[in-house]
């Protein structure tokens, strides 16, 4: 399976600063995806990173405050912007990896654990 | 519009019991339904998921879920609880592929001596 490692692990930050959060993968992967995890609660889609065109994003969340970049097959950013305590959460990016026998599958980094005050 | 209920957000077993977590979801085209679980300060890790085939689906761990359409249910259980299971589980469900992901609220399931 890939192997996903995203930097810094944990963060915290003063709000109105933004936070760029790296996702690194070990293999070439189509599709990237970004999660939120607020203190306490599940996992919430941010929005889908493709190589080479805009990342789509879900409803609720909006590119000024969450821009993306995809700038090749193995990385991705996510840059959490002009921040507010609110935004206090575990960052997770994941990737889909096309398996043997043609099943693709969803895997998860690590995960970064952002505090704002 | 597909959702999923993650039945108890906290559960408590015995070492050796059996483990069983519930999740139901709705869905309006056969889903492809995951179990992830999260350890402590950790990512989520695959345990199984169900895409169309066998109902009955064995994952890492020991752990296994049944997929039941007229129930519109997916447990995961375990015959014997370990020590080493204690953790976050969450059941997600996608509409026919495996990229946008829907999770339910996540099961806690403590194991004790």
């Known amino acids: 399976s890939a192997v996903i490692s995203q930097k810094p692990s944990r963060d915290i930050c003063q709000r109105g600063t933004s936070l760029t959060i790296q996702c690194q993968v070990d293999?070439?992967?189509?599709?990237m995806f970004w999660y939120r995890q607020q203190p306490g609660q599940s996992l919430t889609l941010i929005a889908t990173?493709?190589?080479?065109?805009?990342?789509?994003?879900e409803s609720g969340f909006v590119i000024d405050k969450f821009p993306i970049s995809r700038p090749n097959l193995t990385f991705s950013t996510l840059t959490v912007s002009n921040m507010s305590p609110e935004d206090s959460s575990i960052y997770l990016c994941?990737?889909?990896?096309?398996?043997?026998?043609?099943?693709?599958?969803?895997?998860f980094g690590p995960g970064t654990r952002l505090t704002v005050l | 519009a597909q959702s999923v209920t993650q039945l108890g957000s906290h559960v408590s077993v015995s070492e050796g019991a059996l483990v069983l977590l519930r999740c139901n979801y709705s869905?309006?085209?056969?889903?492809?339904l995951f179990w992830y679980v999260q350890y402590p300060n950790q990512g989520l890790q695959l345990l199984l998921k169900?895409?169309?085939?066998?109902?009955l689906v064995k994952g890492i761990n020991g752990f296994e879920a049944e997929f039941k359409k007229s129930e519109t249910s997916f447990h995961l259980t375990k015959p014997s609880a370990h020590m080493s299971d204690a953790a976050e589980y969450f059941c997600?469900?996608?509409?026919?592929?495996?990229?946008?992901?829907?999770f339910g609220a996540g099961t806690r399931l403590a194991v004790h001596p």
């Open positions: 169900y895409t169309s085939a066998a109902t």
């Open positions: 997600a469900v996608s509409e026919g592929g495996y990229n946008k992901l829907i």
């Open positions: 293999s070439q992967v189509t599709m």
């Open positions: 869905s309006s085209v056969p889903p492809y």
């Open positions: 994941s990737v889909e990896e096309l398996l043997a026998g043609g099943e693709d599958t969803q895997y």
């Open positions: 990173a493709n190589q080479g065109s805009e990342a789509t994003y």
